[in-house]
């Protein structure tokens, strides 16, 4: 049973295209995040939800909109994406309250051409 | 002073040695000091975590020593082997808020 998961796992799109990235975890945790990973592996917090509500919204461009409809689910939805957007974008979570393991989903590549 | 500071970049290490990195960080008021390993195509997973209150932990071949009046915490893998080879990325925070990441050390091990 996969934990926390995403799709697409890849994603190769034109510049100027808007597109989504989908994260469902079945863990039952309060707390998802969204991070950017570079080409260097640099590991950027973007966004953190706590049950649906926005808890963290780190310097991003406003082209980035998370959108969390429950719990268990937080998609990011990217407009105008642009050639510097290209990187892996993981999706995480862990139980609110407690500095326990953040469990994260395999990632999905964006490829912005 | 919310930085965690992580080194080396890249490192290699024989089959059977021992691979040491180090992180640095400022914010005396972090509480949790995890270690993250990733594998080439696969979210980062945590391997290994320490509180202020131990200098050292083990578990198997990895050890975290924490030095809190240096500011300092290390991974040590003993006995390093090739399905080591990963990027090792420490992390701190406190009060269960979000974590602060050190860039990642790429850790190759040679046959």
């Known amino acids: 049973d996969t934990a926390v998961s995403q799709t697409p796992k890849y994603l190769v799109t034109q510049m100027g295209n808007d597109k989504s990235i989908k994260c469902e975890q079945n863990?039952?945790?309060?707390?998802m995040y969204w991070y950017k990973q570079d080409s260097k592996k640099f590991l950027k917090i973007m966004f953190s939800?706590?049950?649906?509500?926005?808890?963290i919204n780190e310097t991003v461009p406003n082209r980035f909109s998370p959108k969390s409809p429950d719990k268990a689910h937080l998609n990011l939805h990217i407009n105008s994406l642009e050639l510097g957007d290209s990187a892996v974008y993981f999706c995480?979570?862990?139980?609110?309250?407690?500095?326990?393991?953040?469990?994260f989903g395999p990632g999905t590549r964006l490829t912005v051409l | 002073q919310q930085q965690v500071k992580q080194s080396p970049q890249s490192l290699i290490v024989q089959k059977g040695g021992i691979s040491i990195i180090n992180c640095a960080y400022e914010?005396?008021?972090?509480?949790?000091f995890p270690w993250y390993q990733q594998f080439p195509g696969k979210g980062p997973a945590l391997l290994i975590a320490?509180?202020?209150d131990v200098s050292e932990k083990k578990e198997g071949r990895f050890t975290i020593s924490f030095n809190k009046s240096a500011k300092q915490f290390s991974l040590h893998i003993m006995d390093s082997q090739p399905g080591d080879s990963a990027t090792y990325f420490c992390?701190?925070?406190?009060?269960?808020?979000?974590?602060?990441w050190g860039a990642g050390t790429k850790l190759i091990i040679k046959p």
């Open positions: 939800y706590n049950n649906k509500e926005l808890i």
């Open positions: 320490i509180r202020p």
């Open positions: 914010n005396t008021a972090f509480d949790y």
């Open positions: 863990l039952g945790h309060d707390t």
């Open positions: 992390a701190a925070s406190r009060d269960n808020y979000q974590l602060i």
């Open positions: 995480a979570s862990r139980p609110h309250g407690s500095t326990d393991t953040q469990y």
